[in-house]
């Protein structure tokens, strides 16, 4: 028999006006995290890590508090500004340009898992290729098995373009929405199967700056945000429950 709390969706919302995060481990995979950008107010992470691919090698670093293209802070920004007392962990596995590899992207995850991360925040997309599929489906699979919770945020060019890791069913898949609705809304016809705003009209970003950024890049850490919200009121929900839930939340918005 399963420990897990089962949850209502009335619970739920109660979560989402009353919790802080408190308790939760949350790994941003991502372009680093910039800790001195004065609007993240001293963020201390919980581990700061680079994943680094030289000469056909893939290793992993300890991290300095640096992001090497600004998204991942603005992403920080936005998860801490909704569950303020989550805990952060910053794992970079994209480089100056957002680029990076399928198989960096797999060892960011193993080290996050490893580390007992609960949720695991992916605001980037790769094409999906078919040899890439079986990466991707390997770490996404064992995640689920462990009760680890993937948010991911879906293309840029539509909800219907595929992409990994949000094309895969276990994934809590985020897209922006056009209305710039803070309230969560569901897609019953996409594998992106959620919506909410994806615009910020100021966020922290590199070198101590600000700038106005839209996206689902910025869409899908508001959803891990509460996600991280009723996994700190409800601990040890399982990823197919609490994606039920946010799916009866977003009918119900």
């Not at 910053?90 to 590899?101: D, M, P, T």
């Not at 995640?143 to 595929?162: D, K």
């Amino acid at each position: 028999m399963s420990d897990e709390p089962w949850i209502s969706p009335k619970q739920a919302r109660e979560a989402l006006i009353n919790s802080k995060g408190a308790g939760v481990k949350l790994a941003i995979l991502d372009s680093g995290i910039e800790t001195s950008h004065p609007d993240l107010f001293g963020l201390k992470l919980r581990d700061d890590v680079v994943i680094e691919s030289r000469g056909g090698k893939i290793n992993t670093v300890q991290g300095s508090g640096e992001d090497v293209f600004g998204h991942g802070t603005a992403v920080a920004a936005i998860i801490k500004r909704i569950a303020p007392e989550v805990d952060v962990g910053s794992f970079r596995v994209l480089g100056h340009f957002k680029e990076s590899r399928a198989e960096v992207i797999r060892e960011g995850v193993r080290e996050a898992a490893m580390r007992g991360y609960e949720i695991i925040q992916c605001s980037f997309g790769a094409p999906a290729r078919a040899e890439d599929t079986s990466i991707y489906k390997g770490w996404l699979d064992a995640l689920y098995l462990r009760g680890i919770h993937v948010v991911s945020s879906g293309s840029n060019a539509g909800f219907h373009t595929p992409e990994w890791p949000a094309y895969f069913p276990t994934v809590i898949a985020v897209g922006a929405c056009p209305n710039d609705s803070t309230k969560l809304q569901l897609n019953n016809d996409s594998m992106v199967e959620f919506a909410i705003t994806g615009h910020e009209k100021t966020i922290p970003w590199l070198r101590g700056e600000k700038r106005e950024v839209f996206g689902s890049s910025f869409a899908a850490p508001r959803v891990s945000a509460m996600l991280a919200q009723i996994l700190s009121a409800y601990p040890g929900t399982h990823p197919l429950h609490a994606k039920s839930l946010l799916r009866q939340l977003a009918l119900q918005s």
